[in-house]
């Protein structure tokens, strides 16, 4: 899934730059630096989706410097977005299920 970007070394050098960036933004989220709260609503969503849509360019870069550390705060702090997204949209449910019952109620 990830032959694009790795037989495209322009290409290859632009994501691995650009996950490295990410990679450095998301070790201030996950050491308290940068709000967590704050960058998953401005930004939870789409850290998520990087993250599923170069999950293999991860793995093969992994692979390929023997390391499971290589972009392992970007990882991390998506995880933990799908985490908080899956939480809110719990929270968002039970809210909605309420203001259903009061209103049956009524």
């Known amino acids: 899934p990830c032959e694009k970007i790795i037989n495209d070394k322009e290409n290859e050098k632009l994501v691995r730059t650009y ?3 990410l990679t450095l933004l998301s070790t201030g989220v996950n050491m308290g630096i940068y709000d967590i709260h704050t960058f998953g ?16 360019y991860i793995r093969y870069r992994r692979k390929q410097r023997k ?12 995880k933990n977005m799908m985490k908080i997204k899956k939480e809110k949209k719990g929270l968002i ?9 009061i ?4």
Do not use: C
């Open 41 to 56: 609503r401005l930004f939870g969503d789409v850290t998520i989706r990087l993250y599923k849509q170069f999950l293999p």
């Open 19 to 21: 996950l490295n960036e």
């Open 67 to 78: 390391s499971d550390f290589v972009f392992a705060e970007f990882e991390m702090l998506a």
């Open 103 to 106: 209103s049956d109620d009524i």
């Open 93 to 101: 449910d039970a809210k909605a299920n309420i203001a259903h019952k």
